[in-house]
């Protein structure tokens, strides 16, 4: 008996491996089949541990021409697609047997037939596919066999793609001395894991050898996506990169990759904290899984205040009256509150230009007085003050509305007196300077100097503007600034309106590079503007490469208006720097033609460059241009720049498809927009792509750009097409006022369009932010698999507007409308996540769907589930088509 050198690599290939056959392990019969007869011959042999272990060998080495073939039984592949056959074997060293050195070899062949059943065993052999032709690592001589210990052979072969449910191996021998003393096939995977929130499934793996499989988990439960979760099943059965991830949802926590409940006492308002936290001061919570905690009697919190803030006893500040009023300037007075509750450690005022209540400013003071500066003239603002103690803050007084001086109005402002009494001092210096240069006849040397040091008496009030925001401040006072919800921190750039300048020439001296002429060279005509052509050429300033620009002209015997306002768009321009905003290069104004220079873009307007290519991109790269607007509009709505008329025409595109927002006129009243209709208030406005509040009662912000985003996406995914056709101004004004809303382009993808209505809410504040928009796309983009839904073929009408229901009407267009309709909204993305984009979709949830998807509430589960069941029924009636 020989004893048989275990193999050390079965145990590592167990954990990732599933044996399909193991002919160690079979006890009885194999049912291998052996021809001819006498070739191939099973021998009872055991194992190191004495366990039988069936053995076949031959060893005809001293005949001519062998062929002898065992044919193991069928062996199903389970589904595996790529399978291994590890074979352990002995073969004996040819030199050690003189007599047959003709005629032996030391090798045999490995084959495989495959076949769904078990009628494929009589092929014959030459219908059996080559593995390999199997060698020796170690062959045995007749010296070993005295040591009674043979050498073991592993090798280890794998065969792939199988496409049929099973095969059969063969192991043709001609002429060797073999013992082949086991078979082992198996098939590899990646076992389940939870890896980030994410439950990922055993995974077999590719057929290929080198395949990487990408496999979605699903969110554990208590938890919800928060990036789509992907992980990689290599071929060799290890689990790899793994993308994306889920959070534990509001109310539970993570530990030891499950989410946990928050106790009685503590809470977590959103996936994003990262674990329960103890109710702030002053309040209390007695339930598991809270996101909020209530405050104690007495004690309340704002509904605009985090969920993490302390809730605080009410100290009012009731009295507030306003001190000395400039037009650039309003300073307040208050008294303490009468109950303060405490003593009050500071103040805080909360100032904003009336209805711009999206971007505000905070002043913290000491004091019971404040200068609010750096306002616009004639403006109103709202200002509303609160206290705070050591129990926190107490809530904001009522809105107090205050308005600075005009600029017109200067003769009756006190203020002003000394303006005037600088100016008349200046008038009678410049008067003097000018006779005294006459008399002395040197005019250029000096001009410059003179120039300057005048520009700075004349304007006094214009050295705030210089930096950004830059107000004089009291040491006692700490000052913020918000937009949109979101702080600017000191050095975050905002935009400022020309127009606060006196003289809208020195804002372009402010924001714009003076380029001289002879740095420019025309090359040709590419369009029209409203002020004059507008050209291509070469830009080459000394010390810097030449760079191909476009050059907007002033055209001649313009008036000072004109002037003013075709400079105004650079004053804007040039305050802003970002990829996707068309950037300023410089201006010309101290010789003719004044000239404008930007960045040039190849492919010119964006809609004109789509109707050209109409139908020749890929979902993605439209996807891309898209999320360049986007980008550019966060980069102008977080300056507090409101665009008014955003537009594919306004949309510059260059030759590697970056789009860029262009257009940024002065007046904004859109005199040079042929879009732009008169409206009956008398603004000039593009009714097609403006918000309903704009068109109603001019509410520009940047919500309302974000519908004109809206009709952007739609005009990009249709080519160029005109958004609402050939339907007039007061149709289209009409119809939307009654809830109609654009159809889908052709192969839009649902979630583009479903984009596409959450801009076009007839609520502003339901629209989504260009932040939100960017990363909505980016996730697209990042996950191409989510645009391949389109929207439905026969849900899209071509020449018909949607209606968009009007909550609670019980027909919705959208998911995300039905569920905020009942209240659920906070579901939106799970479920548009796995797949309930469409109504269609939704309407096959069960409750078990839904326990699945994280919904665990039984009261919400309820509404979800009724609410599916009516509009069933109303379907059922013929009432509500899904
Ligand atoms: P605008 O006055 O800005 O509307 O420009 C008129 C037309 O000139 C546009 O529709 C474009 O076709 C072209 N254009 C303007 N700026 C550029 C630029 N930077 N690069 C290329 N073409 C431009």
């Known amino acids: 008996m020989f004893v048989i050198r275990p193999s050390s690599l079965t145990v590592f290939f167990l954990l990732f491996s599933v044996n399909l056959l193991d002919s160690r392990t079979v006890m009885g019969d194999l049912g291998w089949i052996a021809y001819p007869k006498n070739g191939w011959e099973e021998i009872g042999e055991v194992d190191e541990n004495y366990a039988p272990i069936h053995t076949y060998q031959v060893c005809k080495v001293m005949e001519q021409n062998q062929n002898n073939w065992l044919l193991t039984s069928w062996i199903s592949n389970e589904g595996a697609s790529r399978i291994f056959i590890e074979l352990k074997f002995t073969l004996r060293d040819c030199n050690s047997l003189p007599g047959g050195l003709g005629t032996c070899k030391e090798t045999f062949n490995m084959y495989y037939f495959e076949s769904d059943d078990e009628d494929g065993r009589n092929i014959k052999e ?39 449910k099973g095969f059969y191996l063969a192991f043709q021998d001609v002429g060797a001395c073999i013992a082949l003393v086991s078979v082992r096939v198996y098939y590899k995977k990646c076992p389940s ?22 496999v979605s988990g699903v969110c554990v439960n208590h938890s919800v996506t928060d990036e789509a979760p992907k992980m990689h099943c290599s071929a060799e059965g290890e689990w790899l990169v793994p993308i994306g991830k889920c959070l534990c949802k509001a109310g539970y926590e993570e530990k030891n990759n499950t989410c946990q409940v928050c106790r009685p006492g503590f809470f977590k308002a959103s996936p994003h904290s990262p674990s329960c936290s103890k109710c702030p001061p002053h309040s209390y919570t007695l339930d598991e899984a809270s996101t909020s905690c209530l405050c104690e009697e007495h004690y309340f919190r704002k509904e605009s205040d985090p969920p993490t803030m302390a809730c605080t006893t009410p100290s009012p500040v009731s009295s507030v009256k306003k001190g000395k009023i400039t037009k650039n300037s309003i300073s307040l007075s208050w008294q303490e509150p009468d109950r303060p509750n405490g003593i009050i450690l500071e103040y805080e005022i909360k100032y904003f230009e009336k209805d711009q209540e999206m971007s505000y400013t905070i002043i913290k003071s000491k004091e019971t007085t404040i200068t609010a500066d750096g306002l616009k003239p004639g403006s109103a603002y709202v200002f509303q003050i609160r206290a705070r103690t050591a129990a926190g803050y107490g809530g904001f007084s009522r809105r107090f509305e205050f308005e600075t001086s005009p600029v017109l109005a200067a003769s009756s402002d006190q203020s002003q007196i000394p303006i005037i009494v600088v100016s008349v001092t200046v008038g009678v210096i410049l008067l003097a300077v000018v006779i005294g240069f006459l008399l002395s006849g040197s ?31 009291d040491p006692e006072e700490e000052k913020m600034h918000f937009h949109n919800g979101h702080i600017k921190l000191p050095g975050v750039r905002t935009y400022i309106d020309p127009h606060t300048y006196e003289d809208p020439n020195q804002a372009v001296h402010e924001f714009a590079k003076e380029i001289e002429a002879s740095c420019i060279t025309i090359e040709r005509v590419i369009g029209a503007g409203e002020f004059g052509e507008v050209c291509s050429g070469r830009l080459k300033l000394q010390g810097k490469r030449e760079l191909p620009v476009a050059i907007k002209t002033l055209k001649v015997g313009y008036t000072e208006k004109q002037r003013r306002d075709f400079l105004g768009e650079a004053s804007i321009m040039g305050q802003f720097d970002h990829p996707n905003i068309i950037h300023l290069e410089g201006v010309v104004t101290k010789s003719k033609p004044v000239m404008i220079v930007t960045e040039y873009m190849e492919n010119g307007s964006l809609d004109t460059f789509l109707k050209k290519n109409d139908g020749q991109f890929t979902v993605i790269q439209l996807v891309g241009m898209l999320r360049g607007i986007a980008s550019g509009m966060k980069y102008l709505s977080d300056m507090g720049y409101v665009h008014r008329d955003l537009a594919a025409r306004n949309i510059l595109i260059n030759s590697n498809l970056v789009c860029k927002v262009s257009d940024f006129g002065l007046s904004r009243v859109l005199e040079d927009d042929p879009e732009a209709a008169y409206t009956t208030r008398g603004g000039k406005i593009p009714i097609r792509w403006t918000a309903p509040e704009a068109i109603a009662f001019r509410k520009f912000t940047s919500a309302s750009d974000v519908w004109s985003y809206g009709i952007v996406m739609w005009e990009v995914m249709s080519y160029g097409e005109r958004p609402y056709w050939e339907m007039t101004n007061q149709d289209v004004i009409k119809a939307v006022e009654e809830g109609y809303r654009l159809p889908s382009p052709m192969d839009c993808p649902a979630a583009l369009y479903q984009l596409m209505l959450d801009c076009w809410q007839k609520d502003r504040n339901s629209r989504p932010k260009f932040d939100e928009i960017v990363s909505m796309l980016d996730k697209l983009i990042r996950n191409p698999s989510s645009l391949k839904t389109l929207v439905n073929a026969s849900s899209r009408v071509s020449n018909l507007l949607v209606e968009h229901s009007p909550v609670g009407s019980g027909a919705y267009r959208s998911v995300g409308e ?3 309709a009942i209240k659920m909204g906070r579901y939106t993305e799970i479920f548009m996540e796995n797949g309930y984009s469409s109504m269609d979709a939704v309407a096959q949830v069960t409750l078990e769907d839904l326990r699945r998807l994280g919904v665990t509430l039984v009261g919400h589960q309820k509404k979800i589930m009724n609410s599916l069941q009516e509009m069933k029924v109303q379907l059922v009636n013929g009432m509500v088509p899904l």
């Open 126 to 164: 030459n219908q059996y596919i080559k593995i390999d032709t199997i060698a020796a690592d170690e062959s045995f001589t007749e010296l070993d066999l005295g040591d009674r210990v043979m050498k073991l052979n592993t090798e280890v072969r794998d065969v792939g793609p199988l496409t049929k």
């Open 193 to 214: 894991v939870i890896r980030n929130l994410a439950r990922f499934p055993d995974t077999i793996t590719g057929a290929d050898s080198s395949q990487l499989l990408e």
């Open 443 to 473: 005019c250029c040397d000096h001009g410059c100097g003179w120039a300057s040091s005048l520009r700075a008496v004349a304007y006094p009030s214009l050295t705030w503007r210089c930096g950004y925001s830059k107000a004089k401040q």
């Open 818 to 820: 039905w569920l905020e």
